[in-house]
């Protein structure tokens, strides 16, 4: 590609960002992020699935299990990726590329030396961790193969994390989506070989999944490397540069305890259910995967959306920017509708599909239909997260983030399985939910009359 048609295609993703029409500049965003989160929860699945069909509920259950440790290593690598993206995106919609490019060559590397050392410490204390949260003589041992493993890769998996965050702030989400397709579709090509040809059991899950997260990594690494990225990531550009951080810290933190309390949700859910016996936590392992189809397509619309609100916030377009976030949210209600009733039909269906149990099945199917009747406020509550990300609101992404799990599920969880038992261990979520999403719609209100106000005043200068 000769110099000048890079040139064009940047100038092509600024044109994206900043003057396409809104519902096509957000498919034109969202669809590739959207595809690459449909393909990483089919390689997710396919983990559950492969090991569902050597019929042991224990390897099931273990991998649930094991989900939050992983989690809380994912969510530092997720202080650079959304910390990061929404300041580079501000940046881009002010045209100050310097500064964005010393933000991503920040975001990378210090993505790097936070997710070794986060990886590490959880290597440790991996055995504890998992009887915390809920593990049980059965389950430990397999929890403990299937985690080994997954913290090795740790590193790639938070480096590809903040690599897609960048990504996705300068508009290449295709480039983004295609290292999440590459490494899942390696990932799916290398379950069966590792979970039943070679009878690694969920240790060979785990090692599918690394191996495919490190060569969608080298793709998406090698943009930057051969110069195609609006911004570098460079390490001549890396520096200790307080204003930087404080910035990426600012989004990013927030979203990572967001992130951390998520993870810590589950070791709590995990650790009620074992109370209601090991079925349960295989039930709830296998409802987490599939519901899971419309939560990450439904983040990733937002995520989708993310650089074309901040650009548009850092340009001063406040229309544009409520005109995507409506539009947004409108896309996502109807595609969680749609999903809501398949979910609510055919809910022992797809548990079936994973594991040929009839206690976890009918469980699972019990889990489920409470899942599905929230499912289609989904989209409000994390469009609304990623606008808050976006804009730089701190306070208010704080707010959101420790809401939906810290203010709302372990309260609900805790008091609803000790007052209604199972069933109410069952709807503590949806119940979070639906506070959540409440929450973030009274904030947002508040934050759109702000957006008014400073137009108004804006349009009163110009006046003047």
Known sequence: MTESRKIDAKQDRTYILGSMPVSKAIWTLAIPTMVAMLIQVVYNMTDTFFIGKLNNPNMVAAIALSMPIFMISQAFGNIFAIGGASFISRMLGKGDRERASEAGSIAFWSALGVSTLVSLIAFIFAEPILIFCGASPNTLQFGKDYLIYMLLGSPFIGMQMALS??????G???????????????????????????????????LATVIGNVFGFAYNVSFYVRKKGIISISPKNFGFKKDIYAEIFKIGIPASVGMILMSLGFGVSNAFAAGFGDNVVAANGVVMRVTNITVMLTMGLAQGCQPLLGF?????????LVDTIKNAITIGTVMNVAFAIIFYIFADKWISVFINDADVINLGARII???????PIIATQMVLMTSFQALGKSVQSLIISLGRQGLFFIPAIVIFSNVWGLDGFIYALPVADLLTTTLSVILFLFMRKSLHDTSSEMKERVVA
């Open 165 to 170: 965050g960048l990504l996705r702030s300068e």
């Open 172 to 206: 290449a989400t295709k480039v983004s989506m295609n290292g999440m397709v590459i490494g899942s579709i390696l990932n799916i090509i290398l379950d069966p070989i590792f979970i039943l040809g070679m009878d690694l059991g969920v240790a060979g899950a785990a």
């Open 312 to 320: 548009s916030y850092g340009a001063k377009n406040f229309k544009r």
């Open 369 to 375: 239909k409470s899942r599905a009747i929230v499912n």
